[in-house]
């Protein structure tokens, strides 16, 4: 995918309109559009500004993938994953990946405690 259409994606998972955007990272809804429709390209402190924004990586936005990168790995489905849900999707995983490191502290403590006879 091209930059234009992976920052389309992006905006419209954040439910944001482009006049949102380039009024948040200071220029106009024909730039976003232009980008949008890959007619330009942003200069890097866009770019970083773009990435910050969405709290997204560079080589997200652009559709780079590390060549040495093992593309079948775990954390790079992960990613990838990730990468394609909307902010409330995000936000769900989030609390499910926190849910699920909280049950494994306690169960951790639990054979701990039951290693000590504390139990």
């Known amino acids: 995918m091209s930059f234009g259409s992976n920052l389309e994606k992006i905006r419209k998972g954040h439910k944001i309109s482009q006049a949102k955007l380039g009024s948040a990272l200071g220029i106009t809804q024909q730039m976003i559009s ?32 590390i060549k040495s ?11 990838r994953l990730f990468d394609s849900l909307s902010v409330d999707d995000r936000d769900r995983c ?19 405690k039951k290693n000590y006879g504390l139990s």
């Open 69 to 79: 990168y093992n593309e079948e790995s775990q954390k790079a489905q992960l990613e």
């Open 34 to 65: 232009s980008y949008e429709k890959d007619l330009s390209s942003p200069n890097i402190e866009s770019l970083i500004k773009i990435a910050d924004f969405f709290e997204t990586s560079i080589d997200t936005l652009i559709g780079h993938i």
């Open 94 to 112: 989030l609390l499910i990946l926190h849910t699920l490191l909280i049950d494994r502290e306690e169960t951790n403590e639990k054979k701990q």
